[in-house]
């Protein structure tokens, strides 16, 4: 039984604010992903949980327990680092025994232990071998067995996928996700990358620039974006973004106006549609037409992304299951206006 | 709360606590010297009475500037520092990185070891291994190689060519330095900008000179501080094999500041010299500060 | 295709006559320490012999001399890398004030041209009674390693991965065990290749015990070398002997450790 909440955090170094009050409330058994660019604080956010780091002010519950200035041996947490963080002085035995020699077990018991998850993982045959002598992939599994040998409370993962080539990547991920499932146990993961995050968590906290933009489940967050730049970071290819201005005490495109209430204040509009949601046919009278060209198709093995621009220069991208055209032909698309996302001046998303 | 805080801050600057000895044993036995030489530098310390001195205030320092032989000696340093450390170890060390960096990786191997070689040689040996090898009388190695060839010996360490001498005998003994270097900065040089500049049609002196010494820069500017130091501050090569002479035409600063202290006794004298080449010294250290922070 | 194998031609033929030029000051030492003749100029003699070696290695005064030459070094030694570790480490793994300003002091010592300094040490050690004592060149010689010493091992250090060192800590070790466990045998690599380069600067040193020294039996195999050379009747070969004797060692551990430096530096670390 493990929660983990976060009452505004902030964190500076020297003089630098890396963390802006932070609230963050993570339940029970979840897999939560802290998902943000490099440099956004979600690092810095998983050390002060580990106790790596202290925060500046504010306080870190485990369970309504106060952990603020425990240190990290003291928190019950285990963490898995993106360069894996092996000893390369121990085997791989070493290396797993080593959480549990610091507790002083009993050897018998970390043998069992060790020899129990070394099945789970399937690294077996590998508790012999020095770091150097393992694979990437390898290594990330010695190190998510260094972490699984102590039962922790609360598993925090720093990128640990980020270092490994496509396959492997896909491969510990959906190993990641059933032992999340077996375990039954509080995860908190922290990536760059907007598809592992959707994949893995439960529920998705976004950071950037030290402040978190939105929690929400993987289809919140990406159907229903508190802001832009939440938009933006979900989603391959990114969402296509337009600005309007206000024109005859409206917006339109394409002579469509875009429909909406409480307008009236606003002077500029974003509309923001991901590229699933462009349609090549008219599926209600409120959609909005684009002439388009088309500069480039891709296949994607599930269909196709269209690469085409509108008739104003712009850069636009479609994702479609027909590709009935040829680079170069004009053709009309149009916007499905039950999917599109409208944001304000300030980038925030506002009712239709 | 707070107490598990205090806590925490009182165990992480226990650690600072092991700078005391050693700052203690800097400051005894290296800064303390450092003060010593400043203070003795103002006063007529001798070595036959090194218990009585009076202060001269800037005496030895004008003495100094007003000697010929002292302007001779920084007239001799500086040809032996910008000859043998900046042309002889530090130019010939970037040409042999390079040469070297093209060989195949044996070859590469070998040759870099016997240049390291002579890095690694204690200066005492390499003092006196040169000292027979440009021996006048008898002929050393390379007199007895001349005269193979019908060449007259020569007198190498004459007074016209003893400087000469100590020159390449110190780019001997330093080049592997700049060879070790600048083969790790080339190293670094990714392939593909070679490649790229291959294709672009470089031929290897434009490469070398547009490519290789620019993508140098910082490699180039330690070793140059570094030599220079160890040049301004060499003593025994050049003190076994000359010892300052014929009739001073190798008497470099630290071997004039051995002589002023201990064959003329006046060690008031030699601590001014002491602290005319940390001056030296440190000048040339924030030049080089200062260019790295160019960058 | 054929210009640019004569120009790899020329390259090879160039770096192999330097590299024979660099062997030629070798000459005269290895064919003098091996010869019966007595010469400081170059002759081959007619036959070789093991004499002059056998005459140091049974000479007292020059056995004596390798001892204090070794006592000397490796004292000195060991007092730079135990003054230097600690601040090594806190240079390495934490930030505080002044740092940057302290780094900055002990690169420029690194750097400083300690020559200068025996003369003010030398009275220094007349006034204190540490002139003319093995301890007084020892204290002396560790301390003009230390700055550098201290900035290698920062450097090495600094290459240790933090993300391990935090991995010890959420382990459950602590800063203490953290050391004991993960950090020290991480660096023992690095410490071990210090103390060689250690050694052999002191083992070359030659002006620190020539001019903190007098006795004739307190002086090191550098000074005892010279102090043949310059005497009034030379046997050279047997100064070419004692000199090979003097160099093996230094060249040898110079070279191992230069290989063993880079391996240590870059490959021996990472996972």
Redesign the interface.
Known sequence: MSSVEMKNITKMYDKVTVLKDLNLKIDDQEFFVLLGPSGSGKSTTLNTMAGLDTPTSGNILFDSEDVTYFDPNKRGVAMVFQDYALYPHMNVYKNMAFPLKMKRYKNDYINKKINEVANILGIKELLKRLPRELSGGQAQRVALGRALVRDPKIFLLDEPLSNLDAKIRSQIRNELKLIHNDLKKTFVYVTHDQQEAMYLGDRVGILNDGVIQQVGTPQEVYSHPKNLFVAKFLGEPEINIFELDKNDGGFKIGGVPVDGHNFDKLNKITIGIRPENILLEKKSERDMPLKIVIRAKEFTGSGFIIIASTDEGKEIRIISDQANMDVGDLITAYIDYEHAILFDEQGDSINK | MLKAAKKKFNMQNLIYLVFIPTFIYLGIFFLYPIYLSIKYSFTNISLTDIGNYTYLGFLNYHNLFTSGTFINSIYTTVIFLVVSAIIGQMFLGIVVAYLLSVTQKYFRLIITSIILVAWATPQVTAGIMWYSTLSYIPSGTVNVFLGYFGIHSINFLSTHLALMSIIIANVWLGLGFSVLIFSSGISGISPSIMKASRIDGANPFTRFFRIVIPLLKKSIITDLLLITLFTLGAFTLVYVMTGGGPVNSTNIMTIYQYRTGFSLFSLGLANAIGVIIIVLALAISILYLISLRGD | MIKIKL??IV??L???L??LA????????VV?SFSPLN?????IPSTFTLAPFEHVLTNSTFIRSIYMGLIQSLGATF?SII??V??A??FSR?S?KFKTTLL?GV???T??????????????F??TGLYNTVIGVI??L???N??ID?WIMKNSFDQI?K??E??????????L?SLI??FI??SLPIMAVLIILNF?IN??N??VPF?LLSSSHLLPI?VR??SF?GAFSVR?NE?AAL?II??IP??VL??FA?KYMIKALSG????
Not at chain 3, 166 to 175: E, L, Q
């Open positions: 120009r790899f390259v090879y160039i770096l192999t330097l590299a660099f062997l030629i000051p070798f000459i005269w030492l003098e010469n400081i100029g170059f002759t007092l003054f230097a600690g601040p480490y806190v934490k505080f900055l690169l420029l010592l750097g400083f041209p300690v020559f200068s300094l025996l003369v003010p040490t030398f009275i220094f007349i006034d204290l002396f560790g301390v003009l230390l700055p201290i991965p993300s391990i935090r991995a010890s800590i959420v382990d459950g070790a602590g800063t065990k466990y993960i045998p991480l052999v083992w070359g030659f002006y001019i550098s070398i010279y050379f050279y100064l000199s003097y160099t230094a060249v110079y070279i230069q021996g670390i990472k996972g």
